[in-house]
Nanobody, 128 residues
Framework: QLQLVESGGGLVQPGGSLRLSCVAS????????IGWFRQAPTKEREGVSC????????NYADSAQGRFTIFRDTVRNTVYLQMNSLKPEDTGVYYC?????????????????????WGQGIQVTVSS
């Protein structure tokens, strides 16, 4: 059964760090790109980062560039999002999603409708 499960969210102070995990079951990271998305209250879901099928390419939204790092562990079939220097505007529900045969090209911010499978989401709150 295909499943994506996120973990690692929580409450953190501004300037702090969190590492989100997305464990993929029933699909191979060699054939699926994994994207991280977030949705703040009253806002649309937006892409934050992406790692391509095979792991050869990554892409970041401008808001994440230089602060977030996406990487994967193929042994654990897990994709991580390391988030540093967190800001209150990073608050939201974070989702991981899988898209077949995708190299993460283009503007990832508005591509949520093109993804095939989604996790249930996890809350990240950045607040003092």
């Amino acid at each position: 059964q295909l499943q994506l499960v996120e973990s690692g969210g929580g409450l953190v102070q501004p300037g702090g760090s969190l590492r989100l995990s997305c464990v993929a079951s029933g699909l191979s990271l060699d054939y699926y790109a994994i994207g991280w998305f977030r949705q703040a209250p009253t806002k649309e879901r937006e892409g934050v980062s992406c790692i391509s099928r095979g792991g050869g390419s990554t892409n970041y939204a401008d808001s994440a560039q230089g602060r977030f790092t996406i990487f994967r562990d193929t042994v654990r079939n897990t994709v991580y999002l390391q988030m540093n220097s967190l800001k209150p505007e990073d608050t939201g529900v974070y989702y991981c999603a899988a898209k077949a045969n995708y190299n993460c090209s283009g503007d990832i911010r508005a591509m949520h409708s093109t993804y095939d499978y989604w996790g249930q989401g996890i809350q990240v709150t950045v607040s003092s």
